[in-house]
């Protein structure tokens, strides 16, 4: 099961959480929070990430990303862990576990619901693959930014408030910009190796100083959303967040400095928890607005 485990890449799972903790704090200040399709939305969103992750090992394995040169962990299908169509099977299935459990949503948002759905699927897997792999074209930050970001918040609260709020668009907009930086450090590590297979990134297209500008302002702004929220009436506990901009500095210089796969990858996941602890902040600060308010 080790191979599968890493192939399923632990440390970018908070990307699937965070959007599910941020939202049902949202639903609950609001009283509106309902614990079933929110933890259909949470299963829904892991399942999409681990499938997205299956097929980034397999076609960037095709595409020759994948290389014994390459810094960060070894990827199953290139080191010979797993062989290329049993990951492909394996993809396959975890999309269909997620569009089976997605199916459970459709009681509490419609069956609209499917075409969103089906799209998070067809683009988990146009990251990496079909004939226009958004990865390899500089969209892979975008679609993050999107579907784990302003999708999985905004239809998460939802399918619970039954209405899409101006609030839950500025909350996804954060966690959205914070998930597109856990991207970003992968792309990062691996600039030299994704040039040399024509994988056009960000960080490839631009270089590293505009990367590092990318990573600074994303947290910038996903720290300056609480503050909105609290001129549009919130109480200041929203604005907790803002008690982590000490490890925002931290974070950027440790990507200007980091050189070996190691450093990159212990900067992976501490991005990661960045994106947790910032959603727990505004989540507490949610919940404490409504318990005193």
Same mark, same amino acid.
């Given at each position: 099961?080790?191979?599968?485990?890493?192939?399923?890449?632990?440390?970018?799972?908070?990307?699937?959480?965070?959007?599910?903790?941020?939202?049902?704090?949202?639903?609950?200040?609001? @009283?509106?929070?309902?614990?079933?399709?929110?933890? *259909?939305?949470?299963?829904?969103?892991?399942?999409?990430?681990?499938?997205?992750?299956?097929? &980034?090992?397999?076609?960037?394995?095709?595409?020759?990303?994948?290389?014994?040169?390459? *810094? @960060?962990?070894?990827?199953?299908?290139?080191?010979?862990?797993?062989?290329?169509?049993? +990951?492909?099977?394996? +993809?396959?299935?975890?999309?269909?576990?997620?569009?089976?459990?997605?199916?459970?949503? /459709?009681?509490?948002?419609?069956?609209?619901?499917?075409?969103?759905?089906?799209?998070? *699927?067809?683009?988990? /897997?146009?990251?990496?693959?079909?004939?226009?792999?958004?990865?390899?074209?500089?969209? @892979?930050?975008?679609?993050?930014?999107?579907?784990?970001? %302003?999708?999985?918040? +905004?239809?998460?609260?939802?399918?619970?408030?039954?209405?899409?709020?101006?609030?839950?668009?500025?909350?996804?907009?954060?966690?959205?910009?914070? %998930?597109?930086? *856990?991207?970003?450090?992968? &792309?990062?590590?691996?600039?030299?190796?994704?040039?040399?297979?024509?994988?056009?990134?960000?960080?490839?297209?631009?270089?590293?100083?505009?990367?590092?500008?990318?990573?600074?302002?994303?947290?910038?702004?996903?720290?300056?959303?609480? %503050?909105?929220?609290?001129?549009?009436?919130?109480?200041?506990?929203? +604005?907790?967040?803002?008690?982590?901009?000490?490890?925002?500095?931290?974070?950027?210089?440790?990507?200007?400095?980091?050189?070996?796969?190691?450093?990159? &990858?212990?900067?992976?996941?501490?991005?990661?928890?960045?994106?947790?602890?910032?959603? /727990?902040?505004?989540?507490?600060?949610?919940?404490?607005?409504?318990?005193?308010?």
């Amino acid at each position: 099961m080790r191979p599968w485990v890493e192939a399923a890449r632990p440390k970018t799972l908070p990307a699937a959480i965070a959007p599910v903790i941020v939202a049902s704090a949202l639903a609950w200040r609001h @009283g509106v929070f309902d614990h079933w399709p929110a933890l *259909i939305c949470l299963a829904f969103a892991l399942l999409i990430q681990v499938g997205t992750n299956f097929a &980034n090992d397999y076609y960037d394995f095709l595409k020759g990303a994948d290389t014994p040169d390459r *810094i @960060g962990p070894r990827r199953a299908v290139a080191s010979g862990a797993i062989a290329p169509e049993t +990951m492909r099977r394996g +993809m396959r299935l975890v999309f269909l576990a997620a569009f089976l459990v997605g199916c459970g949503l /459709i009681y509490y948002g419609g069956w609209w619901l499917l075409v969103v759905g089906v799209a998070s *699927i067809l683009c988990g /897997i146009a990251y990496t693959g079909g004939p226009y792999p958004l990865g390899y074209h500089g969209l @892979g930050d975008l679609f993050a930014f999107l579907f784990f970001g %302003v999708v999985a918040v +905004m239809f998460t609260y939802y399918v619970q408030a039954g209405v899409f709020t101006g609030d839950a668009c500025l909350v996804s907009v954060a966690v959205g910009l914070l %998930v597109a930086n *856990i991207l970003l450090v992968n &792309n990062y590590r691996d600039e030299a190796t994704d040039r040399r297979a024509g994988k056009r990134t960000l960080v490839v297209r631009f270089g590293k100083v505009f990367a590092s500008y990318q990573y600074q302002l994303s947290c910038l702004v996903a720290l300056l959303i609480p %503050v909105l929220l609290w001129r549009k009436g919130y109480g200041p506990a929203v +604005m907790l967040p803002l008690l982590l901009w000490p490890l925002v500095v931290r974070l950027r210089r440790r990507l200007a400095q980091s050189r070996s796969g190691s450093e990159f &990858n212990a900067l992976l996941a501490a991005t990661a928890r960045f994106l947790v602890l910032y959603a /727990i902040a505004i989540a507490a600060g949610l919940v404490v607005d409504r318990v005193v308010g």
